[in-house]
């Protein structure tokens, strides 16, 4: 701890433990087992990834692992941001938890924290201020339900 926050993620956000708490509840935690694919190069993503347990292989086809990411470490927000389909798959390497946020966390955001700002609502009202979807922008993590 530092001061009164955490510093995780890769990102170096200060969460409170109040911040903390409103992730658990609106997140949502899955489980995989050692081998299994949370990210398929190709597909899209419609969710930012929190890795709370465990280990992840980032590998790209035809060349193989090229990361492997660790505890508080996030994956799949570019996915969130810009729609494309991703360009590497994301595999668990050991039995895993993660905590996932879903591509309505914009609207959820704007519920929370009265900022009704048309970029955080649907992607319609985003593409009119230069974003390809809606966002939920790096105070996200302030909004207390």
């Known amino acids: 701890m530092e001061g009164d926050c955490a510093r995780f993620f890769t990102y ?3 969460l409170t433990d109040a911040d903390i ?3 658990a509840r609106v997140g949502i935690r899955r489980r995989l087992k050692d081998g299994e694919i949370l990210i398929e190069q190709g597909k899209p993503i419609d969710s930012i990834i929190l890795l709370l ?3 992840l292989s980032v590998a ?4 193989g692992p ?4 660790g505890v508080g470490e996030i994956v799949g927000e570019m996915g969130v941001l810009d729609g494309t389909p991703r360009t590497a798959s994301v595999v668990a390497v050991d039995p895993t938890e993660t905590l996932e946020f879903g591509a309505d966390l914009g609207r959820r955001y704007a519920a929370v924290s009265g900022d009704h700002n048309p970029i955080h609502l649907y ?4 593409k009119a ?3 390809r979807r809606q966002i939920a922008h790096g105070m996200w993590t302030k909004a207390r339900a």
């Open 12 to 14: 170096s956000v200060c």
């Open 21 to 23: 708490d409103w992730m």
């Open 53 to 55: 347990e465990g280990q």
């Open 60 to 63: 790209v086809r035809d060349v």
């Open 66 to 69: 090229v990361a492997r990411l």
């Open 123 to 126: 992607p319609l009202t985003a």
């Open 129 to 131: 201020f230069g974003f």
